[in-house]
Nanobody, 125 residues
Framework: QVQLVESGGGSVLSGGSLRLSCAASGTTASSYCMGWFRQAPGKEREGVATIDAHGRTNYTESAKGRFTISRDNAENTLYLQMNSLKPEDTAMYYC???????????????????WGQGTQVTVSS
């Protein structure tokens, strides 16, 4: 049974940083595509960053240069380092794993994915 447990969300001021964590169980995270998604009120869910089994990463344009997705294979944990946060980053952030070894972007997650419970990120100005 695949389970994803997220942590690290919270409230910060504009320009601050947060590090989101996603602990995976019931699967080997390094063997599959994993990603971070977010959904703000009134907006559709958006792929923020993804990483596949080869370590290939992809970011949405607004995240480039500010966010870094990484994975600790020994801990079976996915991370999202978020720097220079802006109020526009405010959203519910979800961790996801898609049962494919290769991915670039979020397409495979639309086919099939397991999702975490979400963690709220609020950035105030």
């Amino acid at each position: 049974q695949v389970q994803l447990v997220e942590s690290g969300g919270g409230s910060v001021l504009s320009g601050g940083s947060l590090r989101l964590s996603c602990a995976a169980s019931g699967t080997t995270a390094s063997s599959y595509c994993m990603g971070w998604f977010r959904q703000a009120p009134g907006k559709e869910r958006e792929g923020v960053a993804t990483i596949d089994a080869h370590g290939r990463t992809n970011y949405t344009e607004s995240a480039k240069g500010r966010f870094t997705i990484s994975r600790d294979n020994a801990e079976n944990t996915l991370y999202l380092q978020m720097n220079s946060l802006k109020p526009e980053d405010t959203a519910m952030y979800y961790c996801a794993i898609s049962p494919y070894a290769y991915c670039s972007g979020s397409f495979s997650f639309k086919l099939r994915a397991y999702w975490g419970q979400g963690t709220q990120v609020t950035v105030s100005s």
